[in-house]
């Protein structure tokens, strides 16, 4: 049974452990947040035995062995490796890193401790649904293009709008569309399609200084991928991967519910379907099969392929932020 700590008390964390419970394979054994009321609330709601509200402590502690972090982006680096160098495995809530600095240096702390596994939550490419797609993908004859959107209006923007600067908008703590929203849609872009040659953001920028929301174009030797994704709006536009005459159609680029083929005649199939299912689950059950059975051989190869995913859509968020001149604080700009 793996023993895991959280890192915030949220609702993705409440969500993850709600997964995580229902796999059968983790037991929640400790809760960290900055105010320990907020910690033994947390705790007493899902029956969680230790409790700590100083990181130092949390992380001298035994009494677990993988820390699921979902604290604000910008802090993601330095708990990230204060786990690693106390032997911590980690699962980081995307985007995992702010830039390529850091990723880089979280690699080379991986390994000098060779026995900890890193993973980024990216919940979406770990889904039945997403390998459905992928296997349809394999099918085309050609692939002319692909459009994913994934916009959700948070409420948090009521604060903005109300004069605020809650965390998801604010550049002190890596806000924005693009960090928050736009990473699945980056997720699934290059890990049907691969690495972008260019990229462009356009984005719509609101008072805080970050990305309400905006658009982002993934240039590829035979055709280009665009990504739509939004905080500040809702939308009900489906996700597209195009062949010629024939398509894959998503129901959003994020939570990937279901998903549909339609032939050249236009006759429309059902690949999946998970509408109701707890999104992490899958991602939770992956995980988990590699901290269990790191040495598998099958288990080896996907862990260095969701490494790899990983540095590469840091890199494309990275460079999306340059084009778009979008710093947060403390980058040099």
Do not use: C
């Amino acid at each position: 049974m793996i023993k895991l700590a959280t890192i915030g008390t949220n609702w993705i964390t409440q969500q993850f452990v709600d997964a995580v419970k229902e796999t059968g394979k983790y037991d929640v054994a400790a809760v960290y947040s900055r105010h320990l009321e907020t910690a033994k609330q947390f705790a007493a709601k899902n029956d969680v035995p230790h409790t700590f509200d100083d990181l130092t402590q949390l992380f001298s502690s035994d009494t677990f062995d993988t820390v699921y972090i979902a604290s604000p982006n910008s802090i993601h680096f330095e708990q990230a490796k204060t786990a690693i160098e106390h032997d911590k495995n980690l699962i980081v809530e995307k985007p995992a890193f702010m830039n390529q600095k850091q990723m880089a240096e979280i690699q080379r702390l991986l390994t000098q401790h060779p026995d900890v596994l890193y993973f980024e939550a990216a919940r979406n490419i770990h889904t039945p649904n997403f390998h459905a797609i992928e296997k349809q993908l394999g099918k085309l004859k050609t692939v002319s293009g692909a459009e994913f959107t994934y916009s959700k209006y948070s409420s948090r923007y009521d604060k903005v709008l109300a004069g605020e600067i809650p965390n998801v908008f604010s550049p002190k703590f890596g806000g924005g569309a693009l960090q928050d929203l736009g990473v699945y849609t980056v997720y699934d872009a290059v890990t049907l399609f691969g690495m972008p040659e260019e990229v462009a953001y356009y984005p719509q920028l609101i008072r805080t200084g970050v990305d309400g929301k905006g658009t982002a174009v993934l240039s590829y030797p035979e055709y280009t991928i665009v990504l739509n994704f939004s905080k500040i709006s809702n939308s009900h536009m489906t996700s597209e991967i195009y062949g010629l005459k024939d398509f894959i159609e998503l129901d959003d680029a994020g939570e990937i519910q279901h998903v549909d083929y339609v032939d050249s005649q236009g006759k429309r199939q059902t690949l999946g379907n998970d509408e109701g299912r707890n999104p992490m689950i899958p991602e939770a059950l992956d995980f988990a099969r590699v901290i269990n059975d790191p040495n598998d051989k099958q288990n080896k190869k996907d862990y260095v392929y969701w490494q790899q995913l990983s540095v590469y859509v840091n890199k494309v968020l990275f460079n999306l932020r340059q084009d778009a001149h979008i710093y947060f604080v403390g980058e040099k700009a």
